[in-house]
């Protein structure tokens, strides 16, 4: 309990400080970096940046997150989003001279087939659109920190206008050296465009600062993760949510992501996950509910991950991803001793 009351005032205190930072633009391209890139993340409520060493994917949230032990792991997954829009990841981790631990990923996002019309309505043509994210992440362990940079590529195709990015993610996290805690900060989107969809337009990378932990209780098979997000944004929820619905104890509350990983077995554990302003955002005046809460699991066997999570919008409406990994380490040299 000590060690629970302890990270739920670093993250609280950190949180409030976040309402010092400036503002940010509310009009923001390539929004497709906030779609969680992994299953296990989606599954935890789709905002995470302290899951030590857990996932092969999790640099994608915070280049400080994959450890010595993710080397030579490699990952490949898909969700199917809303309508026929659907997301690709790739990734691998290897390692790099001087202790460091390199990752590449792939993020890319299709929004399927779209009628386009023309200035009096009339249908012209169908187009598809997508876009694309190509990640390089390096790490590196000081004492008891880890330390990391994603460089980012982004690629946008819209309606045949094309846009590219560059950004940076800047992020730590801190290993408790004898328990089951961390703590995560992460500074994301840090960049700038190198060509805009027209010359009227000008796009911006969704810049954000988040701080999160997890923790185990010791005597309780459970592992909590609570994180903080869009802290450089003091009225985001305003902004989503009609005045008159917008109290003060929901915009503190749409600042943070819960989830929690049920660990039934070495093999076998259950993902459960809470993201308050997806709640609200989605959530309808009649029927159903359960928009914001989120559920997966995950199953290892043998040298083979396999995660699987489902994310409920409003009514009748929800969205699946698997991700599956492999420790490429293990089966190589397996078949080598055979």
């Known amino acids: 309990m000590r060690l629970l009351r302890y990270a739920i005032s670093v993250v609280v205190l950190i949180f409030f400080s976040g309402y010092a930072w400036g503002q940010s633009s509310v009009s923001t391209t390539y929004s497709f970096l906030k779609v969680p890139q992994h299953a296990r993340l989606a599954a935890l409520g789709g905002v995470n940046v302290s899951r030590y060493n857990a996932d092969v994917n999790f640099f994608f949230n915070n280049p400080a997150l994959t450890g010595d032990s993710l080397v030579g792991w490699a990952s490949a997954g898909y969700m199917f989003y809303v309508a026929d829009i659907g997301q690709s990841t790739f990734s691998g981790t290897f390692k790099s001279p001087k202790n460091f631990v390199s ?31 190509l990640v390089y992440s390096i790490s590196h362990q000081v004492s008891a920190f880890r ?12 309606a045949g206008f094309n846009s590219a990015a560059f950004a940076l993610d800047l992020g730590g ?12 900060l992460v500074i994301k989107n840090i960049g700038f465009t190198l060509s805009d969809y027209s010359d009227t337009n000008q796009p911006s990378v969704p810049f954000d600062v988040q701080i999160g932990t997890s923790f185990k209780p010791e005597h309780m098979p459970v592992r909590f993760s609570i994180t903080a997000y869009n802290l450089t944004r003091n009225n985001y929820f305003a902004e989503s949510i009609p005045d008159e619905e917008s109290t003060t104890l929901k915009k503190v509350i ?9 660990l039934i077995h070495r093999n ?50 929800a969205n699946y991803s698997f991700t599956l990994a492999a420790d490429l380490k293990k089966i190589i040299k397996k078949k080598r001793v055979v």
């Open 147 to 158: 330390l990391g940079v994603n460089t980012k590529l982004l690629f946008s195709n819209l």
């Open 268 to 317: 076998v554990n259950v993902l459960l996950g809470y993201n308050a302003l997806r709640q609200q955002e989605l959530n309808v005046q009649q029927g159903g509910g359960g928009s914001g809460f989120t559920f997966g699991f995950v199953t290892r066997i043998k040298s083979f991950d396999f995660v699987f999570s489902r994310s409920r919008f409003s009514v009748g409406n």
């Open 103 to 133: 990752s590449i990923g792939v993020q890319h996002i299709n929004y399927g087939e779209i009628e386009a019309t023309d200035a009096t309505g009339l249908p012209i043509g169908n187009f598809r659109s997508g876009e694309t994210a």
């Open 173 to 184: 996290v801190f290993i408790h050296p004898h328990r089951d805690f961390t703590v995560g």
């Open 254 to 262: 749409s600042h943070f992501n819960m989830g929690a990983e049920i």
